[in-house]
């Protein structure tokens, strides 16, 4: 009897993963290729920019959602994400309706944009394409660590390269960027595959990477990759995004006056981090910008002054900068290292809050409690992710390939969860 059902599974298995057919293989090449963004197939297009817009048209073939609550459920989340992506996108270009050249590349900036952002929200429709989207997020994580090392020590040379200074006192090992062109995409890359290692284990990863040998080789992957980037937002990004998955699976392992006691220690800790600040915060600005040596701190220096001219052009435009003031504020609005600076600057608060609508939306989708054949761990895993991806972007401008396909993916998880345990046969 146990090997019937055994040979079923496995049969069903085999006949659901037949029903992604070509587009799902197509959907994973595209994926695979994010790290190769900078290498051009097509006059300036490469294989990630010419597999969006098709992947996005070629969506309508996929074949039906066989439950119909899911499937319901899925396009009602899918409709409201496209209209709070076009808020975001319309706020965007009107301010700059008056600068003909400035307008053509932010629609092209936004259409653009919404391919990498809804590719993963539209192929990541169950359980199977979603453990499978978490695999190839692995991989593309070790090409990135594993080609900055190597162009760090001058192993590998790219099309395009960029070295500064050594942060960590080694002349001979330059801080560098690799297949990746910047430290934001990393570090939101790092801070999803540091959970999945803390969260799970055998078998759960693919390719051997649950077990003990696995992960200790993935960690000195990523440990290299931070020798080569020496990138304090990529350290940061996942030292926090493994605490808040370390508090979130804290909140649903524990019941009753714990959970109390430690919801309440936790707000505790929250409500005076504001005070601190507030005392010391000088001097932690001051430890942080030297982190590094005195390039660093020039650079932190630099970023704050940045900030402070771009809060005040906020409290003029609070809409968006006109097109009149582009000619003086153009590349503080496009080189300003916070991403909510950048969509404040550009769109306004309607683009920002926006934004932070499909941020909260994703939260919400891992906050939520999972039932089988979920693992308990991967809601944890959504909201540490999101959290990482908001890390990052308050120290990079944001608005990358990688963190709408990121932001796409955590997204998907509205109606993963959903999943019946009839849906996906179990991988």
């Given at each position: 009897m146990?090997?019937?059902?055994?040979?079923?599974?496995?049969?069903d298995?085999l006949?659901?993963?037949?029903?992604?057919?070509?587009?799902?293989?197509?959907f994973s090449?595209?994926v695979?290729?994010?790290p190769?963004?900078?290498?051009?197939?097509?006059?300036t297009?490469?294989?990630?920019?010419?597999?969006?817009?098709f992947l996005?048209?070629?969506?309508?073939?996929?074949?039906?959602l066989?439950?119909?609550?899911?499937?319901?459920?899925?396009?009602?989340?899918?409709?409201?994400v496209?209209?709070?992506?076009?808020?975001?996108?319309?706020?965007?270009?009107?301010?700059v309706?008056g600068?003909?050249d400035?307008?053509?590349?932010?629609?092209w900036?936004?259409l653009?944009?919404?391919?990498?952002f809804?590719?993963p929200?539209?192929?990541?429709?169950?359980?199977?394409?979603?453990?499978?989207?978490?695999?190839?997020l692995?991989?593309i994580?070790?090409?990135?660590?594993?080609?900055?090392?190597?162009?760090?020590?001058g192993?590998?040379?790219?099309?395009?390269?960029?070295f500064?200074e050594s942060r960590?006192?080694v002349?001979?090992?330059?801080?560098?960027?690799?297949?990746?062109?910047?430290y934001?995409?990393?570090?939101i890359?790092y801070?999803?595959?540091?959970v999945l290692?803390?969260?799970?284990?055998?078998?759960?990863l693919g390719?051997?990477l649950?077990?003990?040998?696995?992960?200790?080789?993935?960690?000195?992957v990523?440990?290299l990759?931070l020798v080569?980037?020496q990138?304090?937002?990529?350290?940061f990004?996942t030292l926090?995004?493994?605490?808040?998955?370390w508090?979130?699976?804290r909140?649903?392992?524990?019941?009753?006056p714990?959970?109390?006691?430690?919801i309440?220690?936790?707000?505790?800790?929250?409500?005076?981090?504001?005070?601190?600040v507030a005392?010391f915060?000088?001097?932690l600005?001051?430890g942080v910008?030297?982190?590094?040596?005195?390039?660093a701190?020039?650079t932190?220096t630099?970023?704050l002054?940045?900030?402070a001219?771009?809060?005040?052009?906020i409290?003029?435009?609070?809409?968006g900068?006109s097109?009149q003031e582009?000619?003086v504020?153009?590349?503080l609005i496009?080189?300003v290292?916070?991403?909510w600076?950048k969509?404040?600057l550009?769109?306004g608060?309607?683009?920002?809050?926006?934004?932070?609508?499909?941020f909260?939306?994703?939260?919400?989708?891992?906050?939520?409690?999972?039932?089988?054949p979920?693992?308990p761990?991967?809601?944890?895993?959504?909201?540490?992710s999101?959290?990482a991806?908001?890390i990052?972007?308050?120290?990079?401008?944001?608005?990358?390939d990688?963190?709408?396909?990121m932001l796409g993916?955590?997204?998907?998880?509205?109606?993963?969860?959903?999943?019946r345990?009839?849906?996906?046969?179990a991988a």
């Open positions: 146990d090997n019937t059902v055994s040979v079923s599974q496995k049969h298995q006949l659901y993963r037949q029903r992604h057919g070509i587009l799902f293989l197509l090449i595209w695979l290729s994010l190769f963004h900078r290498f051009s197939i097509v006059a297009y490469s294989i990630d920019n010419l597999l969006a817009p996005f048209l070629a969506a309508v073939f996929l074949p039906r066989r439950d119909r609550v899911v499937a319901i459920h899925r396009i009602r989340a899918l409709l409201f496209v209209v709070v992506y076009l808020m975001h996108g319309v706020s965007q270009i009107i301010p309706l600068v003909p400035v307008f053509w590349h932010e629609a900036a936004v653009r944009n919404g391919f990498y809804l590719v929200a539209l192929y990541i429709r169950d359980l199977w394409s979603f453990r499978v989207m978490k695999r190839l692995v991989v994580t070790v090409l990135g660590a594993v080609s900055v090392f190597l162009v760090a020590i192993v590998v040379h790219l099309e395009v390269e960029r500064a960590i006192g002349d001979w090992l330059p801080k560098s960027v690799g297949l990746f062109s910047n934001g995409d990393l570090s890359l801070g999803f595959v540091a290692l803390v969260s799970h284990n055998r078998g759960e390719f051997g649950g077990t003990p040998i696995g992960k200790v080789a993935l960690w000195s990523l440990l990759g080569g980037a990138s304090r937002n990529m350290l990004g926090l995004a493994i605490g808040v998955y508090v979130w699976r909140l649903q392992d524990i019941r009753g714990q959970r109390v006691a430690f309440g220690v936790f707000l505790a800790v929250i409500i005076a981090l504001p005070g601190m005392v915060g000088g001097a600005v001051e910008s030297t982190l590094g040596g005195a390039k701190e020039h932190a630099g970023r002054e940045s900030y001219q771009a809060i005040s052009l409290a003029r435009y609070p809409f900068v097109y582009y000619a504020w153009g590349g496009y080189h290292h916070n991403m600076l969509l404040l550009n769109g608060i309607i683009s920002m809050f926006a934004v932070l609508a499909l909260w939306t994703a939260y919400r989708g891992g906050s939520r409690p999972a039932r089988p979920l693992l761990v991967e809601p944890a895993l959504v909201v540490a999101t959290a991806v908001f990052a972007v308050e120290f990079y401008p944001g608005l990358s990688m963190m709408w396909v993916t955590l997204l998907s998880f509205n109606w993963v969860r959903r999943t345990a009839a849906e996906a046969p």
